[in-house]
């Protein structure tokens, strides 16, 4: 089947999965290739339609087990006709559970035809010096092995004589999907006296919950830890609490997810 054009929808937070739907996108080969990043708050306004002709690239970072809650309603919005749709989620090293299957599901209410899923890893966004969890992935080894996705699902799609042809892919997850953690408001984020009020850290928040009066200051309730603002910092004046849960979990993954796990592909 002919591809008109590559959509390319992710939320990145801190640019794993960015990094991994980028190189995907060499390994299609397309030549027509439109961005949607729905990472900021102001690009999660607008709609996307997408039509049969188009292939549809949907990425996330999973966030306990699931995609994040908050892009939801952008997802619930998504308009496809017959749409051919990829599914990725990037995960910090620890497990993806029903994260992947949860986008998919969600696709196809919305009129996608789910041609391809997979899970790559990204350094967790909890990742520290002092805690480190899959630092620096996507690494080589990983963006090969994306472009090489890409690379495969074009062939496939190439090679159909239509989409109504297109094998469902074995997409791994239970239904239902693992519960929310309802966890309250977590106030974990601590400002050094380095900062030197650039702002950057506000510039990076994908829920505006950093106060532009006063970048020391989080709205706790906003805030969906992502840690984009931690790591975007140039001073190194922000950092997790110590003692805060973030800090905790963090130790307890730099305890028990060392070993490297690898990027699944599902057709
Ligand atoms: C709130 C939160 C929950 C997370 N939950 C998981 C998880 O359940 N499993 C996992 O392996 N990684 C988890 N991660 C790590 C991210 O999935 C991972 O670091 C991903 O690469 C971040 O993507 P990004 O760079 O596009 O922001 C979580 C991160 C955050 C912020
Ligand atoms: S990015 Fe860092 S230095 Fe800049 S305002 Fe934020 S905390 Fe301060
Ligand atoms: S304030 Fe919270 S939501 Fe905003 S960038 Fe920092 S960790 Fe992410």
Redo the contacts with the bound molecule.
């Keep these: 089947m002919h591809v008109r054009s590559l959509k390319l929808a992710y ?8 990094a991994v739907v980028r190189a995907m996108a060499r390994g299609f080969g397309y030549d027509n290739v439109e961005d949607v990043d729905i990472t900021m708050p102001d690009a999660r306004k607008q709609m996307l339609k997408v039509s049969g002709e188009d292939l549809l690239v949907v990425a996330a ?5 699931r995609i994040p809650e908050l892009l939801e309603p952008w997802l619930r919005g998504l308009e496809l006709d017959k749409t051919p749709v990829v599914c990725v989620a ?8 029903d994260a992947l299957i949860e986008l998919a599901d969600l696709v196809a209410e919305r009129g996608g035809v789910v041609v391809g899923g997979a899970a790559f ?7 520290s010096e002092q805690y480190p969890v ?1 630092v620096a992935r996507p690494d080589a080894e990983d963006l090969r092995g994306a472009e090489d996705f890409g690379r495969r699902v074009r062939e496939t799609l190439d090679a159909l004589p239509s989409l109504d042809a297109a094998p469902e892919p074995a997409i791994p997850g239970d239904r239902p999907y693992k519960e929310r953690k309802k966890g309250g408001p977590v106030d974990f984020i601590q400002v050094g006296d380095n900062c030197v009020r650039c702002g950057v850290c506000a510039e990076h928040c994908p829920v505006e919950a950093i106060s532009a009066e006063d970048y020391g200051r989080t709205d706790a309730e906003k805030c ?5 603002c931690i790591k975007a910092c140039p001073e190194h004046a922000r950092s997790t609490k110590p003692g805060s849960p973030v800090e905790g979990f963090a130790k307890w993954l730099a305890e028990n ?1 060392r070993e490297r796990l690898e990027p699944r592909y599902f057709f």
């Design positions: 939320f990145s937070p801190t640019g794993t999965t960015s970072p999973v966030y306990g087990g990037v995960f910090g090293n620890r497990a993806f559970e890893v990204g350094e967790h966004s909890f990742s899959a969906i830890k992502c840690c984009a997810c």
